[in-house]
């Protein structure tokens, strides 16, 4: 059983960064494929990006343009989302999952079998 805990999420002004975080509990972290996903308010879940068990290249949702970039530290179990010139359009429950032996399809919520409870990202204007 994987336990996965999102923190890093506030309020911000367009144009601000912020950094998510996502720490897991449980053995074979390392082991994990990683994900974001969002969900904006009134909408569906959309995939933000991911990461394999290496961390040497996460890739990304056709909307992030170079904005955002994950990464993770598997010695510390835990995954990050930076996030630069945030959008009003960003505004969202982020969520991290993770997807145990996946490789491939890692853009598909499907393929995660852990989720997080989310963590709330809000850009005003």
């Known amino acids: 059983q994987v336990q996965l805990v999102e923190s890093g999420g506030g309020l911000v002004q367009a144009g601000a960064s912020l950094r998510l975080s996502c720490a897991a509990s449980g053995r074979a972290f390392g082991r994990y494929a990683m994900g974001w996903f969002r969900q904006p308010p009134g909408g569906g879940l959309e995939f933000v990006a991911a990461i394999k068990w290496s961390g040497t290249s996460g890739f990304y949702g056709d909307f992030v343009k170079g904005r955002f970039t994950i990464s993770r530290d598997n010695a510390k179990n835990t995954m990050f989302l930076q996030m630069d010139s945030l959008e009003l359009g960003d505004t969202a429950v982020y969520y991290c999952?993770?997807?145990?032996?996946?490789?491939?399809?890692?853009?598909?919520?499907?393929?995660?079998?852990?989720w997080g409870q989310g963590t709330q990202v809000t850009v005003s204007s």
């Open positions: 999952a993770a997807a145990p032996g996946a490789s491939w399809g890692l853009d598909e919520s499907w393929r995660y079998d852990y």
